[in-house]
Each structure stands twice: as structure tokens, then as C-alpha cells.
């Protein structure tokens, strides 16, 4: 018996696998050095994007940096004249807000406060503080400067 056209076959169907898997593999090369340039493409992207990024943040931070030096040189150069006003401004500003929920009255909700979403309660703070300015201690009646002259 004669199995020689077996032979011819499996020779031209392992050409074809051989040239099929060499294109496969071609493509895949082709593919991977596609995805290698863009990634290269991404990287130096993202590198200008970050530097762009931090040179406006640091810019940003400079100018907050002053602008809370100046308040704070402002603060320190005015708390000698009126020290209810400086501790006024101490307390932080509380915006509220009405909230009315079905059912229920209308209550008010302090949106700013230490953390987000919890209020902030300062009314403590503030009836310590009025009581202080009503009846204020001997000690806090005059301004530093006053004391150190009197002494002398």
C-alpha cells in the first residue's frame, strides 16, 4: 500500500501551520511594539502633565502661604488693641443651613465644621466668651503694653 499522498499531505498542512504560526507570531510582535510605544507615549505624557501639576500646586501654596502670613501678621499687629475682636475671629464662621425634613420641623444644620458632614458646635465657646467680656478679669482689662509701663 502506497501512503506516500499521507506523507505529501501532512508536509503541506505542516508548511501551512509553520508559515500560519510565523504570521501569528509576527502580527503579535508587531502588536507588542504598538503597545510598547504608546506606553512610552503615555509615560511622557503623564510625566509633563505632573510637572505641570505640581508647578501650579506649588505656585497656588506660595500665594496661600502669604496671603496666611499677612493675615497672621495683621491678627498679631491688632490684637493689642481690641482683644474681643481677636478672639472674635478666632471662632470660625458657621454657615447655616435651614434643613426640613418630611414629617418633621424645620432645624438648623451647621454645614462647616472640624470634619465633614458633622456640625460644628460652638455655643459652648461663645457663652464662655461673652460671659468673659461682660465681666471681664482684672488681668485681661488693659492692653500688655499697659501693664509693662505701669510697673516700672
Keep these: 500500500m502506497d501512503h506516500g499522498w499521507m506523507y505529501w499531505h501532512s508536509d503541506n498542512m505542516l508548511k501551512q501551520n509553520t508559515a500560519r504560526l510565523e504570521e501569528k507570531e509576527k502580527r ?70 435651614v434643613e426640613k425634613r418630611r414629617g418633621q420641623k424645620a432645624s438648623v444644620v451647621v454645614v462647616q465644621g472640624p470634619k465633614p458632614g458633622r456640625s460644628t458646635d460652638l455655643s459652648r465657646m461663645r457663652q464662655l466668651l461673652l460671659k468673659l467680656k461682660q465681666n471681664t478679669p482684672p488681668h485681661l482689662n488693659q492692653s500688655p503694653a499697659v501693664l509693662v509701663e505701669t510697673p516700672a
Design 28 to 97: 503579535e510582535r508587531e502588536l507588542l511594539s504598538q503597545i510598547i510605544v504608546e506606553a512610552d507615549d503615555y509615560k511622557v505624557e503623564f510625566h509633563r502633565k505632573r510637572q505641570i501639576t505640581s508647578e501650579t500646586n506649588r505656585l497656588t501654596n506660595r500665594e496661600k502661604e502669604q496671603e496666611f502670613v499677612a493675615k497672621l501678621e495683621k491678627f498679631h499687629a491688632e490684637a493689642d488693641k481690641d482683644y474681643w475682636k481677636s478672639i472674635a475671629e478666632l471662632i470660625p464662621k458657621e454657615v447655616a443651613a
